[in-house]
Nanobody
Framework: QVQLVESGGGLVQAGGSLRLSCAAS????????MGWFRQAPGKEREFVAR????????AYAESVKGRFTISRDNAENTVNLQMNSLRPEDTAVYYC???????????????????WGQGTQVTVSS
């Protein structure tokens, strides 16, 4: 089964930047979607961004539009999340997720994804 390994979390001051990466292994098809979700203490896990690997089409949550950029890496099956102009409210555990592409799925929803990473902590201090 697909395995996801995230990296790049940490502590940053408000206004700063961080770059998260997610490497997927045991992928057997290039027609898939990778997404980033986040979960703050006491809150539900929420959608941040997603990218379709085949054509790099992407989508973002309104709260991160213009500040975060999701991209494919040249390395196989690796997706990055560049986070700029970070705010204290961006503090959360960030999770990478993987799903096969399916027109019937809404990739804004947790339930659309088949595999999840272990999460990486992002803390933004004010």
């Amino acid at each position: 089964q697909v395995q996801l390994v995230e990296s790049g979390g940490g502590l940053v001051q408000a206004g700063g930047s961080l770059r998260l990466s997610c490497a997927a292994s045991w992928v057997t098809s290039y027609n898939y979607v990778m997404g980033w979700f986040r979960q703050a203490p006491g809150k539900e896990r929420e959608f941040v961004a997603r990218i379709r690997y085949r054509d790099s089409s992407s989508a973002y949550a309104e709260s991160v539009k213009g500040r975060f950029t999701i991209s494919r890496d040249n390395a196989e099956n690796t997706v990055n999340l560049q986070m700029n102009s970070l705010r204290p409210e961006d503090t959360a555990v960030y999770y990478c997720a993987f799903a096969a592409w399916d027109l019937r799925r809404s990739y804004f929803n947790i339930g659309a994804y088949d595999y999840w990473g272990q999460g990486t902590q992002v803390t933004v201090s004010s």
